[in-house]
């Protein structure tokens, strides 16, 4: 290999250091070197900033089988019910060890102090520090991970394509932001958990890093990805003109908060009998409306009826963050519309992990096991990553025991990748970058028709692969986000009914006859689609 390319070589190669991430690393450690590739930093998964909590079958008035139903009927017929049920028995071993291992969940001496979040039938989601659940978990993992010797951890490190022949995976090719270098890492398993990619939309809860490069590289890579249609909105984030949105937990309608309209009207009596607590996509939608009937630009969730020395220490963290917006939110109504939130689509797994490429597993919201069905049940997130990410791992250890030797075509190819991005390249990357997330939050939002849709389709179908000068980490990461607005929009296209998160206008009932999945691949250098019916 030429000089320019670093080589390193590990037995568990974990891309990502959101809960799924550090969860599989610490869990891996106990079988071989890890290393733990990071775009940013530890601090800045979703899952640190995760607020709701997870939900778990923990209490004595609780039980799996009241947790399963709630996740399958929020799931709109689409869920993979044997994983659910994976999900929810094996969640709560997960988060016994976790409470074994040291996370203190809130609670007093009377027991656990369980919130309860739209479409749960019961109070069942344990939260830590308040409303920092994510962080509480993640800082527990990040100092376990440092003491342990196996484990090395490279940030501000870009994953530039998987080193695939479509069979195998055989590592990556990662370019080191800090030390401005390109490293050809092997290793015995790769294990995708980089997140999903709503902060590609305009308006989001999540953090702009966020992009879904984890399933463009797979994809790249000869992976299926799946379910791209379904897309979650978040009901509640920060919606004020000039202020950065940011996410108003569920949890406070849990405690009773409320929402009305700017006539100060409570309105989701006209949409659920469940009203505030109907599940997410109801909530979304009912917004959504009443913003759109009204010609406003947000509703407003209001806490002004509730204990408010409860609200500022259970909810200290959005206290604090809207106190900064000139927002009281024990006084002053919060302003609040949906946001694009949780990609439940992504890379197709199985229910041990596993992609259809040998050594490549993926876990956490850049996969799809299907488990959430056509709509996630609030707060099984995090449980969903304890879970599948210590499956990854499982079948690591099982399957991917031996170093295989890498291509040379493959190692040929990433030595032509330059290191240096003009500046006339970022700008353009910017630019696109922005456009994209308006077309995307403005065309294939809450609602979504057949005409805003290929309008959507004929915009980004003027990026275009840069063929002028050499490859580069810029050009990559335009030609990622090209492909995830792409799946995303096309599959919305496909998929003529409405279901769960995903609703046509001009196709507004669910229909059996789209009881199946959207399936997309590679084949001659061009994406593909596939149907599979749910099984
Ligand atoms: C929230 O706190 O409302 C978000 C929880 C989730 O997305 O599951």
């Given at each position: 290999m030429s000089s320019k390319v670093k080589e390193i070589k590990t037995d568990f190669l974990i891309v990502g250091s959101g809960l799924s991430g550090l969860y599989s690393a610490l869990y891996a450690s106990n079988f071989g070197n890890v290393l733990i590739l990071t775009k940013s930093s530890i601090q800045e998964s979703n899952s640190y900033w995760a607020q709701g909590g997870i939900a778990v079958a923990i209490d004595n008035y609780d039980s799996v089988d009241f947790h399963y139903d709630d996740t399958i009927s929020v799931g709109c017929g689409l869920n993979n019910e044997v994983g659910v049920n994976i999900m929810v028995n094996e969640g709560l071993q997960r988060v016994l060890e976790l409470i074994e291992q040291g996370v203190e969940f809130d609670g007093s001496e009377t027991g656990l102090d369980f919130g309860i979040e739209g479409g749960h039938s019961r109070r069942r989601i344990l939260h830590a520090l308040g409303n920092e659940t994510g962080k509480a978990i993640v800082d527990l993992l990040s100092k376990e991970i440092?003491?342990?010797?196996?484990?090395?951890?490279?940030?501000?490190?870009?994953?530039?394509?998987?080193?695939?022949?479509?069979?195998?995976?055989?590592?990556?090719?990662?370019?080191?932001?800090?030390?401005?270098?390109?490293?050809?890492?092997?290793?015995?398993?790769?294990?995708?958990?980089?997140?999903?990619?709503?902060?590609?939309?305009?308006?989001?809860?999540?953090?702009?890093?966020?992009?879904?490069?984890?399933?463009?590289?797979?994809?790249?890579?000869?992976?299926?990805?799946?379910?791209?249609?379904?897309?979650?909105?978040?009901?509640?984030?920060?919606?004020?003109?000039?202020?950065?949105?940011?996410?108003?937990?569920?949890?406070?309608?849990?405690?009773?908060?409320?929402?009305?309209?700017?006539?100060?009207?409570?309105?989701?009596?006209?949409?659920?009998?469940q009203m505030e607590l109907a599940p997410r996509h109801i909530v979304a939608r009912a917004i959504f409306n009443e913003m759109r009937a009204n010609g406003e630009k947000n509703v407003f969730l209001s806490l002004k009826h509730l204990d408010s020395s409860r609200i500022k220490t259970r909810f200290k963290n959005i206290y604090e963050l809207c106190m900064r917006e000139g927002i009281d939110i024990t006084k002053d109504d919060i302003p609040v519309s949906p946001a694009a939130h949780y990609m439940i689509g992504g890379i197709k797994t199985d229910l041990f992990s596993r992609t259809n490429i040998m050594n490549l597993y993926a876990c956490g919201e850049v996969a799809c096991s299907g488990v959430h069905g056509a709509n996630r049940l609030a707060s099984n997130s995090l449980l969903e990553c304890l879970v599948f990410a210590k499956r990854a791992i499982d079948s690591a250890v099982e399957l991917s025991r031996k170093f295989e030797k890498i291509p040379s075509s493959l190692i040929k190819k990433s030595i032509k990748y330059s290191l240096v991005s003009s500046d006339k390249k970022v700008e353009r990357y910017l630019s696109h970058r922005?456009?994209?997330?308006?077309?995307?939050?403005?065309?294939?939002?809450?609602?979504?028709?057949?005409?805003?849709?290929?309008?959507?389709?004929?915009?980004?179908?003027?990026?275009?692969?840069?063929?002028?000068?050499?490859?580069?980490?810029?050009?990559?990461?335009?030609?990622?986000?090209?492909?995830?607005?792409?799946?995303?929009?096309?599959?919305?296209?496909?998929?003529?009914e409405s279901r769960g998160v995903h609703v046509r206008e001009d196709f507004s009932s669910q229909s059996d006859k789209w009881l199946k999945h959207i399936n997309w691949k590679i084949f001659n250098k061009t994406l593909r689609f596939t149907y599979s019916e749910h099984q």
């Open positions: 440092k003491k342990r010797k196996n484990i090395k951890i490279l940030e501000d490190a870009y994953v530039m394509n998987l080193f695939s022949n479509s069979k195998s995976c055989f590592g990556c090719l990662v370019f080191d932001d800090n030390k401005k270098n390109k490293i050809a890492i092997h290793s015995k398993a790769t294990i995708l958990a980089t997140g999903g990619g709503c902060g590609i939309y305009y308006k989001s809860t999540n953090p702009s890093s966020t992009s879904g490069d984890g399933i463009a590289m797979a994809i790249d890579a000869g992976a299926v990805v799946t379910d791209m249609e379904f897309v979650q909105f978040h009901p509640t984030a920060f919606s004020k003109n000039g202020s950065q949105s940011f996410l108003i937990s569920e949890a406070l309608r849990g405690e009773g908060g409320k929402l009305i309209n700017h006539s100060k009207k409570r309105f989701m009596e006209n949409y659920s009998d922005i456009a994209l997330s308006q077309v995307v939050n403005n065309y294939v939002g809450i609602l979504r028709n057949k005409k805003d849709l290929l309008f959507a389709l004929s915009e980004i179908s003027t990026i275009k692969k840069n063929d002028l000068d050499s490859f580069d980490l810029i050009d990559s990461r335009l030609m990622n986000l090209k492909t995830i607005v792409y799946l995303i929009t096309k599959s919305a296209l496909l998929r003529e």
